[in-house]
């Protein structure tokens, strides 16, 4: 072999042993990568092995009573109007409805009944409410009071 094919032959051996070093320097990392991140996955994770961080707070407020009794005050008072105007001979027994456009309310009144109790003139009734909170039967009387107004004497859920 020529002096400059041994040459050439030397340098190119040199060259293809640093390559294969930094392959082999390369290789090494990706191994010990993959082996870090297998170790890291070997215990698994499972929802069931999750728990709550107790150390985050929040606050809420309570919900108010008093929209929903407002609500329910306004639509008493319309179902009392309803019942106090009705005309229960001409009625025969068929429903009356409701509607309160203040709270988005309505329903409908039914056994609509009157008598005179200790001379005072009540009707006793049954009437449902459908609101944004779900609806409702109740059982209710209303009386005439003084100066031709009437009063509600009794309501309650059923």
């Given at each position: 072999m020529s002096r400059i094919a041994q040459l050439f032959d030397s340098r190119q051996w040199s060259l293809i042993a640093s390559a294969n070093a930094q392959v082999?320097?390369?290789?090494?990392a990706i191994v010990l990568v993959a082996l870090l991140l297998a170790a890291c996955g070997?215990?698994?994770?499972?929802?069931?092995?999750a728990e709550?961080?107790?150390?985050?707070l929040t606050?809420?407020?309570?919900a108010s009573a008093l929209p929903i009794d407002q609500d329910r005050a306004s639509d008493q008072?319309?179902?009392?109007?309803?019942?106090?105007?009705?005309?229960?001979?001409?009625?025969?027994g068929?429903?009356?409805?409701?509607?309160?456009?203040?709270t988005g309310s309505r329903g409908s009144i039914t056994e609509l009944a009157e008598?005179?109790?200790?001379?005072?003139?009540?009707?006793?009734?049954?009437?449902?409410?459908?609101?944004f909170d779900?609806?409702?039967?109740?059982?209710?009387?209303?009386?005439?009071?003084?100066?031709?107004?009437?009063?509600m004497q009794d309501f309650k859920a059923l």
């Open positions: 082999a320097v390369k290789a090494a070997a215990g698994g994770f499972s929802l069931e092995q709550v961080d107790r150390t985050i606050s809420s407020t309570p008072a319309t179902i009392r109007n309803a019942v106090s105007s009705a005309d229960i001979q001409e009625l025969g068929q429903a009356v409805p409701w509607a309160n456009s203040d008598s005179r109790d200790n001379g005072q003139l009540c009707r006793r009734f049954t009437a449902s409410r459908e609101s779900g609806v409702a039967l109740f059982k209710g009387e209303a009386c005439l009071a003084g100066a031709g107004a009437w009063r």
